[in-house]
């Protein structure tokens, strides 16, 4: 890294050495809880391109010490916690940091993939709530309990497809002065050679042949019409004539189902299409599984609720950002609280919610005022997953505080809280509304991005042309990345190359509410 202009001696090596360990351990440089301090100097910061490249430079001199803190091998991936009951608090910043293994022998954190599995069988463990009816236009955004089962044919009768002219026989066709519009009852049979004029949607006279669009039909002086067909469209000719094909532009009852056809399987998302469907199979009401209520509790005294950052105080962005998030993944929120830390306060909180999940904020490490483990030691909550194999977002838990409750601890830092967010959350929250799980999917990547030396890594991306570009501003505690997103990629240990297929987690925004 020396030797490159304007960074060249040791110290400016240092400080990116340091904000490499901070991508490496989450842990905001030299263990500084809350925050990631940038190493680059201020002249430096406006370049990211320029500061990947020296970032990723330090990143190989860092891996080259090995693991660090006591952490696993990369050789011997982490099992996850060694007991069902909590194994205690975990060093390290609130953004991210590793538990160290001398503070809690034997004690590993679990790999991703595993985690997300955690997440989803803990929802499977929940008494299931009774489905509820909805009305149709509040049932946006909710699964489907039952089948959707069509309530009568689609059409459910023989129908227009075209505006033009029924007709009936070969032409050229004497056309009656009354036409057929829609929602009317049905009209009066055709007999060869006639024809009558129709409207989109309208019921076809019995005896129809076909229907003739406007746009291919002339009628003569005498008032006759006859078929101006292009000459593909002209199935046969009779007399020099060309005709329409039997059946043409007319939509046949039952085309598109037949009563009692399953349209959608239970477990589907309501989608503005699916509302669609289920109006014209007859539906008023949908059986729904309801959205589970969910409490999102801010922990922090240094955070501001308004204005700029000052005086040592940042402003909160994950209580603006969590509820519509968490909705869009199908939770009703039932509250967002302010507790400070204040461990009393958290205890009451928890300990008195009746929702189903409850998410906190920050406090997931084991600093002085991170009182989430203790909170859970003193309810003798069941700890299913206890730090995560993944950056940023490594101190996020699962918890099991009743039978019919779990609690989420997402990290402090937002960047970190979305990896937990997708990671436990995502999958818990699936389960308990009874979504299906996406098929999951992958997208070469243009250029290339760096990765932790042992641990899975979430990098924002944005989708270009069927490939994933990865994002600047990617670090724990940054939203300009995310914000840009269209997805999370998932960065194997040691980082990708360009055209390496990754896993993409699609981002909910089409759903937030």
Not at 39 to 53: I, L, V
Request: proline share 11%.
């Amino acid at each position: 890294m020396r030797g490159r202009g304007v960074r060249g001696g040791p110290d400016t090596d240092e400080r990116y050495v340091e904000e490499a360990l901070a991508v490496v351990d989450d842990s905001g440089g030299r263990g500084r809880p809350g925050e990631v301090r940038s190493a680059r100097p201020a002249e430096q910061r406006h370049d990211p391109e320029q500061h990947d490249r020296d970032l990723d430079e330090a990143l190989a001199l860092v891996r080259d010490l090995g693991p660090r803190d006591g952490r696993s091998d990369p050789r011997t991936p982490g099992t996850g916690p060694s007991t069902p009951r909590h194994s205690g608090a975990r060093d390290g910043g609130q953004d991210g940091s590793a538990a160290s293994s001398e503070h809690h022998p034997g004690h590993q954190a679990t790999p991703w993939p595993e985690a997300r599995a955690v997440a989803a069988r803990a929802a499977r463990s929940v008494p299931r709530r009774d489905p509820i009816d909805v009305l149709l236009d509040a049932a946006l955004g909710l699964v489907l309990a039952d089948p959707l089962t069509a309530l009568t044919d689609l059409p459910s009768f023989n129908t227009s497809a075209m505006d033009g002219w029924a007709v009936a026989g070969p032409g050229p066709w004497d056309v009656r002065e009354e036409g057929v519009l829609a929602g009317h009852t049905e009209p009066a049979p055709l007999e060869d050679g006639e024809a009558v004029r129709i409207a989109t949607g309208a019921r076809i006279p019995p005896d129809t042949t076909a229907v003739l669009r406007s746009e291919h039909g002339r009628t003569d002086d005498k008032g006759r019409l006859h078929a101006a067909l292009p000459p593909a469209l002209g199935s046969a000719r009779t007399g020099g004539t060309p005709t329409v094909a039997h059946g043409q532009d007319i939509r046949p009852r039952g085309q598109e189902c037949h009563a009692g056809d399953q349209l959608l399987p239970p477990g589907a998302l309501i989608t503005p299409a699916v509302l669609g469907l289920a109006a014209a199979a007859g539906y008023d009401t949908l059986s729904v599984w309801p959205r589970p209520r969910v409490e999102v509790l801010v922990l922090g005294d240094e955070l501001l609720t308004e204005g700029p950052p000052r005086d040592g105080l940042i402003r909160d962005a994950l209580g603006p950002m969590l509820p519509p998030w968490l909705r869009a993944l199908g939770a009703d929120v039932v509250a967002v609280r302010r507790l400070g830390d204040d461990a009393e306060a958290l205890h009451r909180a928890v300990t008195s919610s009746t929702a189903d999940m409850v998410v906190t904020t920050g406090g997931t490490a084991g600093g002085p005022v991170d009182h989430v483990h203790p909170t859970l030691r003193r309810m003798d909550a069941e700890l299913l997953v206890d730090g995560v194999e993944v950056r940023p977002g490594h101190p996020m838990l699962l918890a099991r505080t009743r039978d019919d409750q779990h609690l989420v601890g997402l990290p402090g830092n937002p960047l970190a809280a979305v990896s937990g967010l997708l990671t436990l959350a995502e999958p818990l929250l699936r389960g308990l509304t009874g979504r299906v799980a996406p098929e999951p999917y992958t997208l070469p990547l243009k250029g290339s991005t760096h990765g932790h030396p042992y641990d899975t890594r979430l990098v924002p991306v944005a989708v270009r042309a069927d490939h994933a570009v990865p994002l600047h501003y990617n670090g724990p505690a940054m939203l300009r990345g995310i914000a840009a997103a269209d997805a999370l990629a998932v960065v194997p240990p040691g980082g990708a190359q360009p055209g390496q297929e990754l896993e993409l987690l699609d981002l909910p925004w089409v759903w937030a509410q």
